[in-house]
């Protein structure tokens, strides 16, 4: 009996490991499918720029999820050397619905839309004061509260630099020149090319008719010929 015991609490115990195997399995591709469609906000593939002092300057930003938003909360801080200031938040109740936005900032304006995923902002009349980053966050209920940020940075000057674009101007300047070349070049070549076929079919037009002639002149000499030969009767 006790044999029988322990055999059975051995099998009992592979069926729980293997039950646990498989929860932790399951949980591994939940988690996992949630963390690849899960809330992203991004501001794009140029994380800064640079802007002239007294300028309006666009702070962009957008939001993502592949299983969708309820009451997605956002907002925009300002970084003031370690100093969080609040420029602006809201919440979209659902996709496609206008968010309310509360503005806490004199010169910020919102811009976006929730029918583009859109929650950029604009920076008006800016000073060297507005310079650093500014973080844009958003908060999903309906992905248990995930969140996720981005920084965009902002750089004033007092004047934009000058793009030295001399070298593209040679560059654009040459192959303009080299492709210029080859048309003139196909275009010379074309036209030899007809006024040779003209030449061919005159000079055959001129060896066909003189070769006609020729016949004609042999056979009337032959002929001649043949009349002055005939003894009279």
């Keep these: 009996m006790a044999s029988v015991d322990s055999t059975g609490s051995s099998v009992s115990g592979r069926l729980r490991s293997g039950d646990l195997l498989h929860a932790g399995l399951a949980v591994a591709l939940l988690l996992?499918?949630?963390?690849?469609?899960?809330?992203?906000?991004s501001t794009g593939k140029v994380s800064s720029v640079e802007a002239m002092n007294?300028?309006?300057v666009l702070l962009p930003c957008t939001y993502s999820s592949c299983i969708g938003i309820k009451n997605l909360h956002f907002n925009w801080h300002y970084n003031d050397n370690g100093t969080m200031i609040k420029l602006c938040a809201?919440?979209?109740?659902m996709e496609g619905v206008e968010p309310r936005v509360s503005v806490y900032h004199e010169r910020v304006e919102f811009v976006g839309s929730s029918k583009s995923n859109n929650i950029s902002i604009l920076l008006w009349n800016i000073t060297f004061e507005d310079q650093g980053e500014y973080i844009c966050?958003?908060?999903?209920p309906k992905e248990k509260?995930?969140?996720?940020?981005?920084t965009?940075?902002?750089?004033?000057?007092?004047?934009?630099k000058e793009v030295d674009n001399t070298l593209t101007v040679i560059i654009v300047s040459v192959l303009g020149g080299v492709i210029g070349l080859v048309i003139i070049v196909m275009v010379i070549k074309a036209l030899v090319v007809h006024f040779l076929l003209k030449d061919d079919e005159k000079n055959k037009e001129c060896l066909v008719s003189s070769s006609g002639n020729d016949n004609t002149e042999n056979g009337l000499s032959g002929a001649k010929a043949d009349n002055k030969g005939t003894p009279k009767a």
């Design 152 to 160: 965009f940075t902002l750089i004033v000057v007092n004047q934009m």
């Design 54 to 56: 007294g300028s309006t």
């Design 137 to 140: 966050f958003a908060r999903n």
């Design 145 to 150: 509260n995930r969140n996720h940020s981005a």
């Design 32 to 41: 996992g499918v949630w963390s690849v469609g899960g809330l992203e906000v």
């Design 90 to 93: 809201a919440e979209i109740p």
